[in-house]
């Protein structure tokens, strides 16, 4: 069992960086694995970082090609989503940078990997900017989260929070998203336009 946790080494900010709980027991018990990323020692001073920059916060965690993937909300200037990998069930993470692809306002994003075409896929839904909550947008990947060459904009007005899941009988990704701080809203986006998108070569910037 693994899950997603962020945490403070202090009371005070900046100090918050993400990591994974996990159990080898089926939950009997649990173990704090390393950080996404480790910070260096001389940028932190009794708990709190020298930088807001440095702060790793919300992650979802998918299993791919038989590895963990992480993908993170975070504070640096890139705008764009962290991803790290672990092989060793959530103890430890490795490969830690940044998407190109997926662009970020420093927000929460949501993480699927589902099978479709006897083929292993990873979905991410964030907001597509660097500044503003808006332009919901799913990209895609067939190759464990290596790369992202297909991305579908389903909203273009705000888009906060999110939540999804795949619906095989009908072959659609169901997202629930905030597009305020009080409206939750619905969205179904077909894989199969997104599929063959990406068999033909081409990518959907819409």
């Known amino acids: 069992l693994v899950y997603p946790i962020y945490y403070g080494m202090s009371d005070k900010q900046p100090s918050l960086m993400a990591a994974a709980i996990y159990s080898d027991d089926h939950g009997k018990s649990w173990k704090r694995g390393a950080p996404l990323r480790e910070t260096p020692a001389e940028l932190i001073s009794d708990g709190v970082f020298a930088r807001d920059d440095l702060q790793v916060t919300e992650t979802q965690i998918a299993q791919v090609c038989g590895a963990l993937i992480a993908i993170a909300r975070n504070h640096d200037g890139v705008r764009r989503a962290a991803r790290a990998y672990s092989y060793d069930g959530g103890a430890s993470w ?113």
């Open 94 to 206: 490795t490969e830690y940078g940044y998407v190109q692809e997926i662009r970020q306002p420093v927000c929460q994003m949501s993480v699927l990997a589902f099978t479709y075409e006897g083929e292993e896929l990873l979905a991410v839904v964030h907001p597509d900017d660097e500044r503003e909550r808006v332009r919901g947008t799913v990209h895609i990947s067939f190759d464990g989260g290596k790369s992202f060459p297909v991305g579908h904009t389903f909203v273009e007005g705000g888009f906060l929070y999110s939540s999804m899941c795949y619906l095989p009988e009908s072959g659609e990704l169901l997202v629930l998203y905030e597009s305020d701080w009080e409206t939750i809203e619905e969205s179904r986006i077909e894989v199969k336009r997104l599929y063959e998108l990406y068999r033909k070569g081409h990518a959907d910037r819409e």
